[in-house]
């Protein structure tokens, strides 16, 4: 099988910040290196995201039509590797794409990757591995705050399975969403009764985009900094996307290497 015949899709939800496509760009000369053999591609998965690139961006064409353009050229084997962090609409809508081209028999063989919190032993794996990378100039007695996007159904309740590990090793470090719940209201909560003063904020996202630097960590009122600052906590926002932290960065590429692993049975 030749390098033309093999191919790995990366799809991330996207940024429209300049520079918020670090995280993926990083990821993807990662996976270049591991997996010589295969073509690398990426895509963002958010239409809103897209439309801002422009139709004359490499970055406008959804998933599915990079995947249609794959099997048009002759691809044989695929791997698609979600990077995104739990499995909400994005990701559903993904593995929809992914089953509809298995049953039209679009390539010889198609494997999807799960995303960072796929299921309950990925939960325990990135609960560790977040203990590993917490801001080392934090100390005893003060509180993480963990910020992830949140969404609709039953996948949002990823959330508090990874709560519920992070508090069996480190009870001061927390997560709430912010578009669902448990939202920062509920966190100010949770924070008073464990009376901390300082609190240090994280994003677990993918990448450094709007939500973490301007929803998480910006100087507006409605910005979760502003809202611990006028609860009365010292607040540090520390922003950095998930995907670029290296260790988190390879549990998405230990999910890719298990999808590459079932092509290749």
């Avoid at 270049?32 to 139709?55: I, Q």
């Amino acid at each position: 099988m030749t390098a033309s015949q093999n191919a790995i899709l990366l799809a991330a939800f996207g940024s429209r910040l300049p520079g918020g496509e670090a995280a993926l760009e990083a990821l993807r000369r990662r996976t270049v290196e591991l997996y010589p053999d295969f073509r690398v591609e990426t895509a963002l998965t958010s239409g809103t995201v897209r439309r801002h690139k422009g139709a004359n961006s490499r970055q406008s064409r959804s998933p599915a039509d990079i995947l249609k353009a794959l099997a048009r050229e002759g691809v044989q084997r695929l791997a698609v590797q979600s990077l995104h962090v739990i499995p909400g609409a994005e990701f559903v809508a993904l593995r929809r794409e992914v089953e509809r081209l298995r049953e039209a028999r679009a390539f010889a063989a198609i494997e999807l990757g799960r995303p960072l919190l796929g299921n309950a032993a990925d939960v325990r794996h990135v609960a560790k591995t977040l203990l590993s990378v917490l801001p080392q100039e934090r100390l005893p007695g003060e509180a993480v705050l963990l910020m992830g996007h949140g969404t609709r159904g039953q996948a949002n309740g990823v959330y508090q399975d990874l709560a519920d590990e992070l508090r069996v090793l480190d009870p001061l470090v927390l997560i709430g969403a912010l578009e669902a719940e448990p939202g920062l209201a509920a966190k100010v909560d949770e924070l008073r009764s464990l009376g901390v003063c300082k609190v240090h904020l994280l994003p677990l996202l993918f990448a450094r985009g709007v939500h973490a630097t301007r929803d998480m960590a910006g100087e507006g009122g409605n910005s979760w900094r502003a809202g611990l600052t006028n609860a009365g906590f010292t607040c540090e926002p520390h922003v950095r996307g998930a995907g670029e932290n290296p260790e988190l960065a390879g549990i998405w590429l230990d999910h890719l290497r298990e999808a590459v692993e079932k092509l290749q049975a």
